[in-house]
Each structure stands twice: as structure tokens, then as C-alpha cells.
């Protein structure tokens, strides 16, 4: 039997038509991975086959039944679960709560006037969260679990609700070292009586996962079949990897010039944290003038909320200074003062289009809309949508795009890779260099140190909310050893 069965799949926005003609079956107990460009209409697939969207044409079934006209909610009923591609969870409540309140949603007892407490959700809420590795962090709040552990927390939502036939929209995306194989564990180790349909632009994941492949590629079907015929089909490459990224010159060119610059931003002492717990303690660090200078640590040791505390977004002691000015606190003077953050997990403005986005953060200087239109044209395309609806990785070049029509005097980029397809890292790589070369001050975090180190000139390691390490970018990247030496 299918799990899942889309026949004729037609999806326009206004004039913009984002699936045309998608047809894909799924066998039941069958891992299959959907990869394409940025923009190809994986996301949208997906939202129609949850019931969110409705198509023009076309049709759903699950487990050989109609599910068309079905809502998400009925669809869940057949089996479907899902988790999303942007996380939504609730930042102040504790992963525990979320899965409670999962459970509690598709329990009839939910419509007594006082269903709590319910000893045996408590038991089944604990035995998901210990299934997902989250045995002693369910009673945080979210927002101080790390990326990698509100990610579990997703899929344990979905787990929840004991679905046939789950959807992963980029599970791994933004993680790294142990947490991105804690988690693509996690998924490899659903038992088979749960059909997985997901998308990843982590391409050795994808492959090494999937029992079959479908490519998408402007809304359609480009290539379908097993992951060896996929990954060798010369047209696949050319459209999602775009050539040969291992041994690129292009990319492995450090950007030059590696002696000391004068400090454009100079950090000392800097400590910062959420209520009561410490994150940051006493980072010291220096980015000169057109300098860029990459920040290398895997999730959770604190790279976000070093930018943020440097973007003035959280509180923080210690001293900041911006060409040996002491920096106002608050996010509004820091701006000001020429920070601009492009965050992780991008934020964009609801209610605004694509181009009101960049002309809201447009301040005069180098870079002008049309500047930043000949760097993403993609961009320039979908100009009149909004910027919400864009596709993850339009997201994250429209963050970057945003942040350098600020024209800041110094440029803090939160991890810009993640989500992005390959070729799309290839070229972001190209624009940063670019951006380099023309004098822009960069701060790069990143746990992806074979992006990152070629763009830069100087890295700092940074491990559990301390800087262990100052390193030339072309000496770490002669001898990586070097990077996790230094970290625990
Ligand atoms: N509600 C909407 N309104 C207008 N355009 C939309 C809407 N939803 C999606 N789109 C457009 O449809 C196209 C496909 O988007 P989708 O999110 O499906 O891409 P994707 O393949 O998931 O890409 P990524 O790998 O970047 O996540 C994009 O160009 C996007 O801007
Ligand atoms: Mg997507």
C-alpha cells in the first residue's frame, strides 16, 4: 500500500506558479528524501500534503484514502505528522509542557472541565521525550535549549502524536558536530512502521538515508529514483551542486592578507547569559577594519548569543568599543552606531514584501537595492512576494541582502549557510568573498569551518562561552586537527 499517493500537484502564488504538475508516490515504510534548489517548491509540497494549502489541481491520498479536502488536523487522524522547516515552539514553556499539551490535543479527556493531571500522558510525555534524548532537559524553557535540542523537541511533537507517515522539513538544518548525528540518529532509528518523507540539503545524509530520491526543480519533478542513479545524474548535479565543491580554488583561495589589523571592534571581558545561568564568560576578541574574522564552535557554546550581546539584543558586562569609541547599549544605538546582525533563523517582517524589507533597512551608502539585486537575483524575482513567504533559503539571502543595504561598518553574520542548498552555499560563498574584497568588516559564526575558513583571515574557537583559541583562517585550515583539539 502507499503511504502517500500526490497526483497532478498544481500550486501558483498570485502570478508565481510554485509546483506545476508534481506527482510522487511513497511507499508504505519507505524513507524517502526530496533535495532541489532553494525555491523549488519542497516546502509547499510538503504544506499541501500536511492540508495547509490547498492545491489548484491535483490530488492527496493517504493510506489510500482521500485526503483532498481533508484539514491538517483530519489528516493527522490518518497518520500524518509533521515538523517545520522554521521552528514554532512556545519560548518560555519547557519541552515537557509542549509534548503535554501534543498528547492532551488528541485525547477526548481534553473536553473535561479539568483533565489534569492525566498520570498516563505524564508516562507516555516521558517516554517520547527519553526517545528523542531529552531525558533531563524537559523541564527547561525552550529558549535555553540549544538549536539541536528545540530540534528533538519538534520531532518529538510529532512522535507524539504516533503518526504512519511522518514529514521532516530540513531536520538537520543549523547543526552541527554532535548534535546534527545525535539527531540524524534519531531519525535513522524510527522503526519502519513509520513511513519518513523528508527534506535535507545535507546531501550525504539525504543519500545515505533515502531508499528513493526525488529531485524537484521549478515545481517539478526533475529526476526520481535510487540514491546511487540520483547522485551520479549529471543533470541533478548541474542544478543543485553546480560543479565540483571539494577542491574548488575559488573557495579555497584564503581571501589574503593575515597580518594584525588595527581593532575596528574590540571586546573585552565580555560576559552575558539568560537570567540566571552565564553563557558568555569573559570573551576578549578583535575584528579590524576590513577584516574578516570567522568565530568557529559548534551549537550551544555560545556564538549566537555573542553576536547578540554584541548587537546589544541581550544585556551583557563587559566592554564593547567600535574604533575606540566605548558602544551605547541597546540594539537601536548599536545599529546606529553601524552593527548589523543577520540572524540565525533569518526574522523577517510580516506584512512587508521582499522589497519593502530592503528599503525599510536601507540606509545610504555602497550598497543600494539594485547592488544587492545583481548579488541575488533570485531576490529581484520574487521582489512583490511577501517576505514571509518565501522559501527558507530566500530567507536567509534576503537577511543578508537586508543587513547590507544597512551598510554597517561591521557585518555580524549568525551561521548564513544553514538551509541554503549547495549550490546556494557555493554562491554565498562567492558574495562574501566579494564582499570582502571590496573592505567589509565581517564577524562570521559558524560551526561549517570549511566555509568559513576560507573567507577569513583570523578564527577564534570558541567552547562552552569561552574564547580556547586564536588562530591565522590558513593555518587551521592546513591543519584542522587544530580546531577540535582545542575544544572539549
Ligand atoms: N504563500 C506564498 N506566497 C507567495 N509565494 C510563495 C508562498 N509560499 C511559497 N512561495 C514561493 O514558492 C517558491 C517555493 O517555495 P518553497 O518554500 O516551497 O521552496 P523550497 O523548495 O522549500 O526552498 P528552500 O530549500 O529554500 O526551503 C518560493 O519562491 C517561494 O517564495
Ligand atoms: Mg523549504
Known sequence: MAALEARGIHKAFGGFLALAGVDLEVASGERRTVIGPNGAGKSTLFRIVGGELRPDRGAVRIFDREATPLPPHRRALLGLART??????????????????????RDPRR????????????????????????????????????????????????????????????PLAGLGG?????????????????TVLLIEHDLDFAYAFADRVTVLHQGQVLR??????VRADPQVVEVYVGGRLEGDPALEAPVGGDGPAPGL??????????????????????????????????NGMGKTTLL????????????????GEPLPAGALARARAGLALVPQGRQMIPGLTVEEELLLAWRPGRWTP?????????????????????????????????ALLRNPRILLLDEPTEGLAPLMVRHLGEVLKEVAREGETILLAEQNAAFALPLAQRAYLLDRGRIVGEERARTLLERPERIWERMG
Do not use: C, N
Not at 178 to 194: K, N
Not at 265 to 291: F, I, K, P, S, T
Not at 308 to 323: F, H, N, W, Y
Open 84 to 105: 517545520y522547516q522554521i521552528a514554532s515552539l512556545f519560548p518560555e514553556k519547557t519541552a515537557r509542557e509542549h509534548v503535554l499539551l501534543a498528547l492532551l490535543a
Open 111 to 170: 473536553r473535561s472541565p479539568w483533565p489534569l493531571p492525566l498520570p498516563d500522558l505524564e508516562a507516555r510525555a516521558a517516554e517520547v521525550l527519553d526517545q528523542v534524548g531529552l531525558r533531563g532537559r524537559e523541564d527547561l524553557p525552550i529558549h535555553q535549549l540549544t538549536y539541536g535540542e528545540q530540534r528533538q523537541v519538534e520531532i518529538a511533537l510529532a512522535l507524539a502524536q504516533e503518526p504512519r507517515l511522518l514529514l521532516l522539513d530540513e
Open 178 to 194: 554532535e548534535e546534527r548525528a545525535r539527531v540524524a540518529g534519531l531519525i535513522r532509528g524510527l522503526p519502519r512502521s513509520i
Open 224 to 229: 526520481e529514483g535510487p540514491p546511487q542513479e
Open 265 to 298: 571592534l574590540e571586546v573585552r571581558g565580555l560576559r552575558a547569559g539568560y537570567g540566571q545561568g552565564e553563557v558568555l564568560h569573559g570573551v576578549d576578541l578583535a575584528v579590524g577594519e576590513g577584516e574578516v574574522v570567522a568565530l568557529l564552535g559548534r
Open 308 to 323: 547578540k550581546a554584541l548587537m546589544g539584543l541581550i544585556p551583557a558586562q563587559g566592554e564593547v568599543r567600535l574604533a
Open 370 to 402: 539594485e547592488r544587492v539585486y545583481r548579488l541575488f537575483p533570485r531576490l529581484k524575482e520574487r521582489r512583490q512576494a511577501p517576505s514571509t513567504a518565501l522559501s527558507g533559503g530566500e530567507q536567509q539571502m534576503l537577511a543578508l541582502a537586508r
